[in-house]
Every structure is written in structure tokens, then in C-alpha cells.
């Protein structure tokens, strides 16, 4: 299929030559390359926002599961704090025993 573009300024078409010239391509191949990429460009914004949009999701989903997890570990404390009175095991005697065992 043939496009046709009238009413290019001379400095345009310049450039356009100047830049297939570097790249080793004709007038023809270099428009077309650009065409065809240019033709892609919607679809890329729309997938980079929608990857922009799971990385958001994600980056909340992480932060949630953090905060879950340190909530726990806080609980753990407390649980082991408890523990550890009503048994009277001193905290520091199990890190050293567990410690060992690694």
C-alpha cells in the first residue's frame, strides 16, 4: 500500500535523509520503520500503564503483607515474653540454645 505525504518543509525531508542515511536505510525503509513502530506507540502506552498500574497494586499488596508479617513477629514477642514468665526461662538462655542448633 502507497501513502503519500504532500507539503513537507525541505528542512523535514532533510532530516528524514540525514536520519536514514545513519541508520543505512533509504528514504523508504527508514519511514517505514518509523511508520510501523509509530503505529505501535498506543498500544505500548496503553500496556506501560497498565504494568504501571499491577507494580501500584503490588507495591500495596507488599506493604499490607509487611505490615502482617510484623504484626505477627510483634505477637511472637509477646507470646515468648509471656512465656518466658510464666515459666521462668530467661528470653536470652533460648536465642543461645536455638542459636546453636542452626
Avoid: C, W
Wanted: charged share 30%.
Amino acid at each position: 500500500m502507497e501513502i503519500k505525504v504532500r507539503g513537507l518543509s525541505p528542512v523535514v525531508v532533510r532530516n528524514i535523509d540525514s536520519s536514514a542515511k545513519s541508520k543505512q536505510r533509504s528514504r523508504n525503509q527508514y519511514l517505514q520503520e518509523q511508520l510501523n513502530s509509530l503505529s505501535y506507540l498506543d498500544e505500548y502506552k496503553e500496556l506501560n500503564e497498565t504494568l504501571q498500574e499491577t507494580f501500584r497494586e503490588l507495591r500495596v499488596e507488599l506493604e499490607q503483607a509487611y505490615n502482617q508479617m510484623d504484626a505477627m513477629e510483634k505477637g511472637y514477642h509477646k507470646l515468648f515474653a509471656l512465656i518466658s514468665l510464666v515459666t521462668e526461662v530467661d528470653l536470652d538462655y533460648v536465642d543461645q540454645f536455638i542459636e546453636e542448633r542452626k
